[in-house]
């Protein structure tokens, strides 16, 4: 406790004076959003259709739902069989007549992602089924397209860079480009909001679910790539929406399966978590995702952020005029179950100043818990009316009202196309970091270091991409001239596997391990000692958070990716062959593991090969 506190205070010192550098927008300059920019005839017209809907039509738009199937009327019958274990309904139409919901996410678990067309054939059919209700109301189709490690939608379709390796490249264009890309293909399939960029500060190295899903530690940075990015989805025509308000930057604990414990004072959060969030409201953030963390410095009553009304009202609202759409955290969660039953959740979120209630993990008592606070009062008509009139402005503003529905030409033209995987590529050089080469032995020669073995864990792949990474970068290696040969050790490598690796290093000319998140007991700093006790050079390149090179000893070079996915393994390959120069500069420090209050490599560290 004592190391991570002074670990944490280390950051917040260096960060604090770069917050101060970022200008304050004022109160809702761009976004007090989509409401406020509406136009009165707009207005008036979405207002009759939300004073005509049912109770139980109103109550529905609140929630956004998974479902299971790659098909909105005839999914396989193993996913038939889970949406009838989990909601009562065979497949995505049934529950939008059922329940009326408002939204459908996409997870690649449910089978809603297997390819482009079949994507937008899915989102076609959801629609055809919001227009089918008693008040025919388009549905917003959401998911997870953070790119990086977070990525719900994988090949054919275009893989950027993810947050971190992003925030490394320090290019607002490329961070503008890259959402740019990403949402219109999002919008050619029919997904018309993502829950990305991620504007979390990550000053934890500890962080268990944020890291590199972040752009950096630097909030003035952080909030320049957020707006970037906010900017880039919504000239594509989708809404983006940052998370996690009011910050998830500092936690050790997952929220998944637990509720962190935020403990920056007002002033830190001021400095530190509130940049980015100001930033994306100027630019024009269509919503804004909460978390499942106890802030005490905010909220002394220690609800969940998500059911915080001095948070969620109080300050986003009223501190910060933003007036676009609220959408929970998935409320499958355990940060937000631990205090109150499922039945309570969605009723307090929306007392609390939430808009949209994701991913219940069950919906009936969910949907049943709101109708009976509506019915007894506790949730007022007038403040019911208000979520959905933000929820229906939002899909006016997409176009989902004029047309909902997408092309198989549109996929064709827009989904992976060969301008989109030429930008996706040039974008990733510039993210890959050089941390050390005491001895100048990158980038490697071919003549005297073209013998290559690559170990390392195979990962299963974030995205869809082709992948095992250790094949990715052997093949990219071979296809730039090397002998490259890929041995999988996994991410903790026994004892068997360490003497596989050190008897095939062997004649190699050189030999490089992908880490990933090393930690003090970690068995991959045992299989990198082994290997350099070899004698061959051992470049370690960490495809996940950075800070592994302060656990490692005695390599001859390090490296950071930020993530294995094809695009930045391809990336690293070429900046360790030297077809690419090392442009990445870290956007985190790196600390000493023997001594956290000291730094390592600070950020805007990266050398190059000039």
Not at 84 to 111: D, K, P, Q, T
Request: aromatic fraction near 4%.
């Amino acid at each position: 406790m004592h190391d991570r506190n002074l670990s944490r205070r280390t950051l917040l010192t260096a960060t604090a004076v770069a917050a101060g550098a970022i200008a304050t927008a004022a109160p809702g300059s761009a976004a007090a959003a989509t409401a406020a920019t509406a136009s009165h005839g707009t207005r008036h017209r979405l207002e009759r259709i939300v004073s005509g809907m049912s109770l139980e039509e109103k109550v529905g738009q609140l929630f956004v739902m998974r479902v299971y199937g790659h098909s909105a009327t005839d999914p396989d019958q193993a996913d038939i069989d889970l949406n009838l274990a989990e909601m009562g309904v065979r497949n995505a139409a049934e529950l939008i007549a059922e329940y009326h919901v408002g939204g459908i996410i996409y997870f690649s678990w449910a089978h809603n992602t297997r390819d482009p067309h079949q994507i937008a054939g899915l989102s076609n059919g959801i629609q055809r089924a919001g227009l089918a209700q008693p008040t025919p109301v388009p549905l917003l189709i959401s998911t997870d397209q953070e790119h990086g490690i977070v990525t719900r939608v994988g090949k054919p379709a275009t893989l950027m860079p993810g947050a971190m390796a992003l925030g490394a490249g320090g290019s607002v264009s490329s961070a503008r480009r890259a959402a740019q890309i990403a949402g219109a293909e999002l919008a050619a399939m029919g997904i018309v909001q993502n829950y990305a960029p991620v504007a979390d500060v990550n000053v934890n190295p500890a962080n268990p679910v944020i890291g590199v899903r972040s752009f950096g530690a630097d909030p003035a940075a952080v909030a320049r790539m957020v707006a970037a990015q906010v900017k880039g989805y919504r000239s594509a025509g989708i809404a983006a929406t940052s998370k996690h308000f009011p910050g998830h930057g500092d936690t050790t604990v997952d929220s998944h399966t637990g509720i962190p414990v935020i403990p920056h004072t007002r002033q830190e959060w001021e400095e530190i978590d509130a940049p980015p969030f100001r930033a994306a409201i100027a630019a024009g953030i269509d919503s804004i995702m909460t978390a499942h963390i106890q802030f005490p410095a905010l909220d002394p009553s220690n609800d969940p952020a998500t059911l915080s009304h001095p948070i969620l009202t109080g300050i986003l609202r009223e501190e910060l005029g933003y007036d676009g759409v609220v959408v929970t955290d998935a409320l499958n969660m355990e940060g937000v179950r631990e205090k109150y039953g499922d039945h309570r959740v969605p009723v307090l979120a929306l007392l609390a100043g939430v808009d949209q209630l994701l991913n219940p993990p069950d919906l009936a008592i969910a949907w049943n818990g709101v109708m009976d606070a509506v019915r007894n009062g506790e949730i007022t008509g007038t403040r019911l009316d208000e979520s959905i009139l933000r929820i229906l402005l939002l899909k006016e503003r997409l176009g989902l009202f004029r047309d909902p529905f997408v092309s198989g030409r549109g996929v064709d033209r827009t989904v992976g196309t060969r301008s989109h995987l030429a930008a996706a590529d040039r974008i990733a050089e510039r993210t890959t970091t050089l941390l050390t080469n005491p001895d100048g032995l990158l980038p490697l020669s071919r003549r005297s270091h073209g013998d290559v073995l690559v170990v390392g864990p195979d990962l299963a792949s974030p995205s869809g991409t082709t992948g095992p990474p250790t094949t990715v970068l052997a093949n990219a290696l071979g296809e730039l001239g090397f002998r490259a040969t890929a041995l999988p050790t996994g991410t903790a490598p026994s004892s068997t596997k360490i003497a596989e690796a050190v008897a095939a290093a062997q004649g190699k000319d050189v030999v490089v391990v992908c880490t990933y998140n090393v930690s003090a007991a970690s068995s991959q700093r045992t299989l990198v000692a082994r290997l350099v006790a070899t004698g061959v050079p051992v470049v370690a390149l960490a495809v996940r958070n950075p800070y592994d090179i302060a656990r490692l000893d005695g390599v001859a070079a390090a490296l950071a990716a930020y993530a294995w996915t094809d695009v930045e393994l391809r990336a690293a390959a070429r900046v360790l062959a030297g077809s690419a120069e090392p442009r990445g500069r870290l956007p985190v420090p790196v600390q000493r593991a023997d001594d956290p209050s000291q730094v390592l490599f600070p950020i805007g560290h990266g050398l190059s090969y000039r």
